[in-house]
């Protein structure tokens, strides 16, 4: 009898064991820098390609996909984003077709997205009452928000694809109570992501640093500290890559600059191409910079058809470019990858053209 019990015990232990071993599952995708460069499992990203005479490995080429997650909390606004095919919102279905439509990025040379766990302005600019937050009062995470954004990390993870995590918004964070709970919610997907066993993850700690955050830690002269924090955490000698954006045509701030791993910049505002090569030019010189990638992951200016645009003179100033595309309240539902209920395909003629010049650019 105690030889039986002895047994059970053994076995169960056995299982846990291995319950513990396989939990974090083995993802495919690695992301890593080395200098100003982007790697994917070990490689250089668009290895060996150039256009036009200006460098393109080492790039990492995106677009802003903020509400892959979305959803609305609050009844008395929830209404807005309803389909108009069903009249109704369906937070699940807004992620099935984001996974849907990812393939189909990825092959037009699409190597990143940022995916926001508090969202972006879904009808534009600006908060009207809606409620988006992977994170509840308390820094939380809510299971539903996290399955959702499970799904589509695995999906980036077998694509080979990068995400640009985004872990707060202006527009949501003031729901979190007081610091406490803005450093909790931290931990706490901070965690989940290394004991997921995820790398094909880059932090934003938030978008838009010098915007109309309420907590102080959130802001321009505190933010590194949350930076230094997710660097620190470790998973079997792995950290997270960090770093945060500010508004558009704000030069990065050197506490930043020096905790950064790279280094985000927004286009949005620069209607002169000139001035984002610029900006660029300018981020090298501030205090503190070493090189390291630079990146815009978003900018709202287009013009792809002509010789110089935001994206073309990023990329002759070797930076990373980052595709914004949103609609303004009543525009239309075929337009935007922002504003919701979201067509993720690349079903408008905006989209079209940046998509096939992102095609022509690195060669996919």
Do not use: C
Not at 84 to 94: E, F, G
Request: glycine residues 8%.
């Amino acid at each position: 009898m105690k030889n039986m019990k002895f047994i059970k015990l053994l076995l169960l232990s056995i299982a846990v064991f291995f319950a513990i071993s396989f939990s974090a599952k083995k993802n495919k995708t690695i992301v890593s820098i080395k200098g100003n460069q982007f790697y994917i499992n070990g490689e250089l990203t668009y290895k060996g390609r150039e256009w036009n005479g200006h460098k393109i490995e080492g790039l990492l080429m995106n677009s802003r996909m903020v509400q892959g997650i979305f959803d609305d909390l609050n009844p008395e606004t929830r209404d807005r984003f309803k389909y108009p095919d069903t009249q109704k919102w369906d937070a699940d279905r807004n992620t099935d077709e984001f996974i849907l439509g990812m393939e189909e990025w990825k092959k037009h040379g699409l190597l990143a997205f940022t995916l926001n766990l508090q969202g972006g302005s879904p009808m534009g600019y600006g908060n009207k009452g809606w409620r988006n937050s992977t994170f509840d009062d308390e820094g939380a995470l809510r299971s539903d928000y996290m399955a959702r954004l499970e799904k589509i990390l695995n999906k980036a993870d077998e694509l080979g694809m990068v995400v640009i995590l985004g872990y707060f918004y202006f527009g949501q964070d003031q729901y979190l109570k007081d610091e406490k709970a803005v450093i909790n919610a931290v931990d706490n997907i901070t965690k989940w992501i290394l004991d997921k066993g995820y790398k094909n993850i880059i932090v934003e700690i938030n978008n838009e640093s010098n915007v109309r955050y309420d907590h102080p830690i959130l802001q321009p002269e505190r933010v590194h500290e949350l930076i230094e924090r997710v660097q620190k955490k470790k998973k079997k000698e792995f950290s997270l890559l960090v770093s945060t954006s500010y508004g558009g045509g704000f030069l990065p701030l050197p506490n930043v600059v020096k905790s950064a791993d790279f280094i985000l910049i927004h286009g949005n505002g620069i209607k002169d191409p000139k001035k984002v090569t610029k900006l660029v030019e300018d981020t090298r010189k501030v205090e503190g910079y070493t090189p390291k990638p630079i990146l815009f992951n978003e900018d709202d200016h287009f013009d792809f058809d002509k010789e110089e645009n935001n994206m073309v003179n990023a990329i002759k100033a070797y930076a990373s470019w980052g595709y914004f595309d949103f609609r303004m309240d009543g525009e239309g539902f075929e337009d935007g990858f922002q504003s919701v209920p979201v067509d993720w395909s690349i079903n408008s003629d905006r989209k079209k053209s940046f998509f096939n010049k992102l095609k022509e650019i690195t060669g996919y």
